[in-house]
């Protein structure tokens, strides 16, 4: 089993920075393919970015630019470096894992994970 724990998350105003984290623990070793998902209430989860197995790294347009997606210096740490947030990047922010992935379309990120974390909340607003 594999558990995901994200920090963060907070309150900013607009153009303000935030960076989440989120630590894997448990069964790790077969996780190599990490991503972040949000959701805001009453919608859909939306996908944000993610890392592929083979390093290849891709965001939601509307994020591109904004929104950096790494991993720490153990494998097992992964981070968003928001920036310029905007009202419209308030969420439920989710750390999301599985064993493999490739070419995933970030539209899909919302259906592909099977491990997630609770979530940390991202409130922008003035």
């Known amino acids: 089993q594999v558990h995901l724990a994200e920090s963060g998350g907070g309150s900013v105003q607009p153009g303000g920075s935030l960076r989440l984290s989120c630590e894997a623990s448990?069964?790790?070793?077969?996780?190599?393919?990490m991503g972040w998902v949000r959701q805001v209430p009453g919608q859909e989860r939306e996908g944000v970015a993610i890392?592929?197995?083979?390093?290849?790294?891709n965001y939601a347009d509307t994020v591109k630019g904004r929104f950096t997606i790494s991993k720490g210096a153990t494998k097992d740490i992964l981070y968003l470096q928001m920036n310029n947030l905007t009202p419209e990047d308030t969420a439920m922010y989710y750390c999301a894992a599985k064993p493999y992935c490739y070419r995933e379309r970030i539209e899909n990120l919302p259906r592909i994970f099977g491990y997630w974390g609770q979530g940390t909340q991202v409130t922008v607003s003035s």
């Open positions: 448990g069964y790790t070793r077969n996780i190599h393919c």
């Open positions: 890392i592929e197995t083979d390093g290849r790294i």
